[in-house]
């Protein structure tokens, strides 16, 4: 079992620090929202399933029993033991589990299919990233593009203005020419219904 592709590759894991060991480690991780892939030995306590169960539902990731035992995994990583580890690593927690497929394809088959999705995303979004950043770096950008045009709207029709009202006959205060002027016939009228006519009458 020491020689196992599968253990070789959570060595390799380890190695480039993409792999948390002990269940504390892979609490942190899965809090963090940074774990890919949680995975058991076989011989795991049931209490180690139950907290493996809090961490995988706190961050939405995956579980799994894989068919070995503490002993073995933990020979794999340079422990006397281990029970539980997670994977940092979308790339690598891929790669683990399609190797598991292909020897119990009912029991990680679901699993592996998730996660290679999964991975895939990740790997176009990185892709994207650096093709962002070196196009930063040479000053590149995309080609300019003129604008949609836009439908123009009919033309809405023309209203008429309204000019001044004639005036109509009978309204307001009526004139009447006299010499070429025009004049308000309207007079003021004083008490009695006089006639105002602007002169003062002395009294001799």
């Not at 380890?14 to 899965?30: N, W, Y």
């Not at 033309?155 to 008429?160: E, F, G, I, M, T």
């Not at 006089?194 to 001799?204: A, I, M, V, W, Y």
Request: hydrophobic share 35%.
């Amino acid at each position: 079992m020491a020689n196992d592709p599968i253990l070789h590759l959570l060595g390799l894991a380890k190695k480039a620090g993409r792999l948390e060991v002990g269940e504390e480690p892979v609490g942190a991780l899965c809090r963090a929202r940074q774990a890919k892939l949680v995975l058991l030995a076989a011989d795991a306590a049931p209490n180690t399933c139950r907290r493996a169960a809090h961490f995988g539902q706190a961050g939405n990731v995956l579980w799994l029993a894989l068919p070995f035992s503490k002993a073995e995994l933990g020979l794999a990583l340079g422990r006397s033991s281990c029970a539980m580890v997670a994977l940092a690593d979308s790339g690598f927690a891929a790669s683990i589990l399609e190797k598991l497929a292909a020897r119990d394809p009912e029991k990680y088959g679901p699993a592996a299919q998730q996660i290679r999705e999964k991975a895939d995303r990740a790997l176009q979004r990185q892709r994207e990233k650096r093709q962002h950043e070196k196009n930063l770096r040479e000053g590149k950008r995309k080609p300019w593009a003129p604008p949609p045009k836009r439908e123009e709207a009919p033309p809405a029709p023309a209203r008429k203005k309204a000019g001044p009202e004639a005036p109509q006959e009978g309204s307001g205060p009526r004139l009447a020419k006299t010499g070429g002027r025009r004049t308000d016939r309207t007079r003021k009228t004083g008490p009695g219904g006089r006639r105002l006519s602007g002169k003062l009458r002395h009294d001799s």
